[in-house]
């Protein structure tokens, strides 16, 4: 069995926390060249989304629960709290 102590398996999620999620809320910083697939919101939110396809969301209220899936390259959240899946 090969094991190598330096690079886990799944070094590709560090930093995201477990499951490869991040958690975004109004004082969150974005992340240069950071993708989502998904966007779930642990409350109601009022997001800004811009798909990496050109389709933007502006203020859009997602109530708590609700997923939005795409690629997305840019999550701002103005109040509220969600969680986005890195792709």
């Known amino acids: 069995m090969y094991n190598n ?3 886990p398996v799944n ?3 560090q930093g995201f926390g477990q499951n490869g999620l991040r958690v975004i ?3 969150f910083t974005p992340v240069a060249d950071e993708y989502y697939r998904a966007v779930q919101a642990f409350e109601d939110s009022v997001v800004t989304l811009e798909s990496v396809h050109g389709d933007t969301f502006v203020s ?3 109530l708590a629960n609700d997923v939005l ?4 390259g840019s999550v701002v959240v103005s109040s509220g709290s969600v969680a986005a ?3």
């Open 5 to 7: 102590i330096t690079n």
């Open 11 to 13: 070094y590709q999620l």
């Open 25 to 27: 809320d109004s004082s």
């Open 60 to 62: 859009k209220t997602i």
């Open 69 to 72: 899936y795409g690629l997305w």
């Open 85 to 87: 899946y890195i792709a």
